[in-house]
């Protein structure tokens, strides 16, 4: 299960929440205050298809698991 916290949405991107949207131009101040909080799309995209062709030992990923996943 992956537990993403804020995730910047990808560019030109129709669904992603107001929210996000909204706190967007924010995110390299989020990522630096908070890397522990702070994922891109792109990190969580990657990060799930090297959980299924890598695997984990966690049934549970967070942020910081995820961020390590996505880089390979």
């Known amino acids: 299960m992956f537990r ?9 991107l129709k669904n992603a ?3 996000y949207r909204m706190f967007a131009p924010l995110f390299p101040m ?3 205050l908070f890397p522990n909080y702070v994922l891109t799309l792109r ?10 062709g890598k ?3 966690k ?3 967070e ?3 995820i961020a ?3 880089q390979g």
Not at 4 to 12: E, L, V
Not at 43 to 52: C, F, H, R
């Open 4 to 12: 993403p916290a804020f995730m910047q949405p990808t560019k030109g």
């Open 17 to 19: 929440y107001t929210a």
């Open 30 to 32: 989020f990522k630096l």
């Open 43 to 52: 990190e969580v995209g990657l990060a799930m298809i090297n959980s299924v």
């Open 55 to 57: 695997g984990t030992d």
């Open 59 to 61: 049934r549970v990923l």
């Open 63 to 65: 942020v910081q698991d």
């Open 68 to 70: 390590r996943l996505a």
